[in-house]
Nanobody, 114 residues
Framework: VQLQASGGGLVQPGGSLRLSCAASGIIVPISVLGWYRQTQGKQREPVASLGRGSTPNYADSAKGRVTISGDHAKGTVYLQMNNLKPEDTAVYYC?????????WGQGTLVTVSS
């Protein structure tokens, strides 16, 4: 299973970005899709997750500004981020829980700066 993330870039404070992630090599639906982020010198932290047939979960820092969506059968997951702040600057990683393992995408850099 491989995950390919895209959609990162430079955005001004208050702006929006939509991250995308697509999995390949899946045979059965993925159980959980989600996103983490990591800033330099810090541990990777969860942003949002979406279990198959479940309601989304969001980190407190993401609530009200971030929406996760996806298709567990197709292996696609999206992260719509609005009202971005400089502290949202990070490398964002998508992941998929599949067949008892967690698979990670390569990361996409989001920079929020004026």
């Amino acid at each position: 299973v491989q995950l390919q993330a895209s959609g990162g870039g430079l955005v001004q404070p208050g702006g929006s970005l939509r991250l995308s992630c697509a999995a390949s090599g899946i045979i059965v639906p993925i159980s959980v899709l989600g996103w983490y982020r990591q800033t330099q010198g810090k541990q990777r932290e969860p942003v949002a997750s979406l279990g198959r047939g479940s309601t989304p979960n969001y980190a407190d820092s993401a609530k009200g500004r971030v929406t996760i969506s996806g298709d567990h059968a197709k292996g696609t997951v999206y992260l719509q981020m609005n009202n971005l702040k400089p502290e949202d600057t990070a490398v964002y990683y998508c992941y998929a829980n599949y067949a008892g393992s967690r698979y990670w995408g390569q990361g996409t850099l989001v920079t929020v700066s004026s």
